[in-house]
Nanobody
């Protein structure tokens, strides 16, 4: 069955760095768009970054120039390198895998989330 497992969250001081990992199983990983979302307490889940199957990358404005998303298809993994972290980055970070077929059928999967806390 499909499973996305995130790791790498934790407590970090403002200005610090952290790298999140997400490893997928049960899907044809190389065909999926992979993305990171986050959700802070009392807020709705928001988009952070995505990388298409062909490598095209997009970031939310607030993390642009600070975060780097990458994928390693050989490892069925997507990563989020987070630099110069700010308290506003504190949230649960979720890994997402998405594929839409030629018939318009969407497969959308989520990991369980990993907590990132930025605090001194």
């Amino acid at each position: 069955q499909v499973q996305l497992v995130e790791s790498g969250g934790g407590l970090v001081q403002p200005g610090g760095s952290l790298t999140l990992s997400c490893t997928a199983s049960g899907i044809a990983f190389n065909t999926y768009q992979m993305a990171w979302y986050r959700q802070a307490p009392g807020k709705q889940r928001e988009f952070v970054a995505r990388v298409r199957r062909g490598g095209g990358i997009l970031y939310e404005d607030s993390v642009k120039d600070r975060f780097i998303i990458s994928r390693d298809n050989a490892k069925n993994s997507v990563y989020l390198q987070m630099n110069n972290l700010k308290p506003e980055d504190t949230a649960i970070y979720f890994c997402n895998a998405n594929y839409i077929s030629g018939l318009g059928v969407e497969n959308d999967y989520w990991g369980q989330g990993t907590q990132v806390t930025v605090s001194s």
